[in-house]
């Protein structure tokens, strides 16, 4: 029933705005919201069998208790959390996914305390979902590797910084050489690494399929998506491309299928890449990987272009653009895009 509940607020959100029955959404003040709540979608159950089982305290001083590691788990669901603004200015809501080893912590408050993108795009009017794929933040974890297969992968503190054009390659962490000009909160990176949790390699069939399932439930909508988090948005679309009105890839790590590329003919695409590309070692490799994917898609008949923010004057952005400085910026462009695309009003 939640869902339904859910659909409803946004249809008369929207109603009372088309009518002037609310205020429209504030860009500075407080966020007013029609509804807001949470839920897990997809995933499976899994029965393990054959492990040992253990005697084990479960508190410092308490009892022992028997842990059975065997029987049937919930298990590959995502967590999403929603908001849906008092004013609604959009025509579908907004499915904010995230890119590797991160989760939907990376759209909400900034690394130095700014508002992020979930709180851009709702002021905006925008109903706003915000997931944590599978294996990430509260969409929990399971047996590995009887679930997850394989061993998971962290990310070294160094890595983010040296990979994702906050510094200039191998060596900058270690004396804290941010690029020239760059837009990334520096003084903060030591919060944005807490972000990062663990994650495989190896659960992409489980991703996707979560993501399917929850776009069947809350789409139509527009997905954006970042780094990783774009391959999923893709295989969404190519899987459901009735549910999908359009896919903003931010600086996209992850593709579709070219050989599917004709079923997101009507769906339109924006890709968005920042700043110091050339200078990088692996960026200008991965960028051309989805210049060639957007060629692919235009070929099979579809709209899909490429918005380098340096070229329409924004310079100095990260691997990160929902968390540097001109995040807001950077967040215009995006929703003036929608707007052109008759998704926003």
């Known amino acids: 029933m939640r869902i339904f509940s859910t659909l409803a607020a946004i249809a008369a959100a929207s109603a009372l705005a088309a009518c002037g029955g609310t205020p429209a959404p504030s860009i500075d003040g407080p966020i007013r919201l029609a509804s807001m709540g949470s839920f897990h979608v997809g995933g499976r159950d899994a029965t393990i069998s054959g492990q040992p089982v253990r005697e084990t305290p479960i508190a410092p001083g308490g009892p022992v208790a028997r842990i059975d590691p065997n029987g049937v788990f919930a298990v590959e669901h995502a967590y999403v959390q929603y908001f849906v603004p008092a ?4 025509e579908v809501p907004l499915l904010l996914m995230h890119g590797g080893g991160m989760t939907g912590a990376a759209f909400e408050t900034t690394p130095d305390g700014r508002e992020g993108w979930l709180n851009f795009f709702l002021r905006r009017g925008w109903p706003v979902y915000n997931a944590d794929a599978v294996e990430r933040g509260r969409a929990g974890f399971a047996q590995s590797p009887l679930v997850f297969a394989g061993e998971p992968v962290f990310l070294a503190k160094p890595e983010p910084f040296e990979r994702f054009r906050i510094g200039g390659g191998p060596g900058t962490y270690a004396k804290r050489e941010a690029l020239e000009g760059t837009q990334f909160p520096v003084d903060a990176y030591d919060a944005f690494v807490k972000q990062f949790v663990p994650r495989w390699t190896t659960t992409d069939a489980a991703v996707l399929a979560a993501y399917v399932a929850l776009a069947e439930r809350i789409c139509p909508c527009v997905l954006l998506a970042h780094a990783q988090g774009a391959q999923f948005a893709f295989r969404v679309a190519e899987t459901l491309p009735d549910k ?16 599917k590329a004709a079923s997101l003919a009507s769906v339109p695409v924006a890709s968005v890449y920042g700043d110091f590309i050339d200078q990088d070692a692996r960026w200008p490799a991965i960028k051309g990987n989805g210049l060639r994917y957007l060629e692919a898609l235009r070929a099979a008949g579809g709209t899909a272009e490429a918005i380098d923010l340096p070229q329409v004057g924004i310079l100095g952005n990260s691997h990160l653009p929902m968390m540097d400085k001109n995040n807001a910026a950077v967040a215009e462009i995006v929703n003036r895009w929608l707007a052109a695309r008759g998704l926003w009003r």
Do not use: L, Q
């Open 87 to 90: 004013a609604v200015r959009s």
């Open 244 to 259: 999908v009105r359009a896919i903003v890839a931010i600086e996209p790590a992850g593709f579709g299928d070219p050989a």
